[in-house]
């Protein structure tokens, strides 16, 4: 008797087992099952931000001015708002000081270049200074330590408005005619003059994928 007990005991104890076993493999599968699934659903959203990126990208036209486009090659996270690299360089006729844009607007400015990629400096860097125009006025865009972008060394009689748009002045290597973005607030001196204007960036500097090198002239 004692030994058909024992029996049924250890019958018992192995089913508990078996189906813990069975219970616990069950819920690792479907952890994984979701985990795989929840990293697939955001590498599809990643591909398709990816594809209308490029193909934004892609509508950018600007007759008889040749156009070279690129992705993104390297962003330190460390360096995120300072400085990007992209997918070509000098051996693709890149020049420093080259414009790079989006669909958006201006993104920055190439500093230095290698066979086959370039670093980029982002209009947040601090270290990038740009000449700008605003209607018929000119001015040096400067970026504080907050990523903000003012507009100094402005004439003293200047007719600009909150809304106004900001372009690139051509005075330098940077083509003319660039979005940068729009006046979104102005400093005044006592006689009530424009000082310095702040501007709100055109392009997304968080979200960069695909970008066009703009520059005068191409290289061979």
């Not at 209308?52 to 892609?58: C, E, G």
């Not at 740009?130 to 009689?157: A, F, M």
């Not at 000082?195 to 520059?215: L, M, N, R, T």
């Amino acid at each position: 008797m004692m030994k058909k007990k024992r029996s049924f005991f250890l019958f018992l104890v192995l089913l508990m087992l078996f189906i813990s076993q069975e219970t616990i493999c069950a819920w690792f599968q479907k952890d994984i099952t979701v985990e795989i699934d929840t990293v697939m659903e955001q590498k599809i959203r990643e591909l398709e931000k990816e594809l209308t990126d490029a193909q934004q990208i892609m509508n950018i036209n600007r007759p008889n001015e040749e156009l070279l486009y690129t992705r993104l090659l390297l962003r330190d996270p460390f360096l995120f708002y300072d400085i990007i690299t992209i997918q070509k360089g000098s051996k693709e006729g890149i020049q420093i000081n080259a414009a790079i844009i989006n669909e958006q607007g201006l993104v920055g400015i190439v500093k230095s270049t290698k066979e086959h990629s370039s670093e980029v400096h982002l209009i947040t860097n601090q270290k990038t200074n740009i000449s700008v125009k605003i209607k018929e006025n000119y001015g040096l865009l400067e970026t504080n330590s907050k990523k903000e972008g003012w507009i100094k060394n402005l004439t003293k009689e200047c007719d600009i408005q909150i809304g106004d748009e900001v372009y690139t002045s051509g005075l330098t290597e940077i083509p003319a005619g660039i979005l940068i973005g729009k006046v979104s607030d102005l400093k005044e001196d006592n006689l009530g003059l424009v000082k310095e204007v702040k501007i709100d960036f055109a392009a997304d500097i968080d979200h960069i994928s695909y970008v066009i090198v703009y520059q005068k002239e191409m290289l061979p």
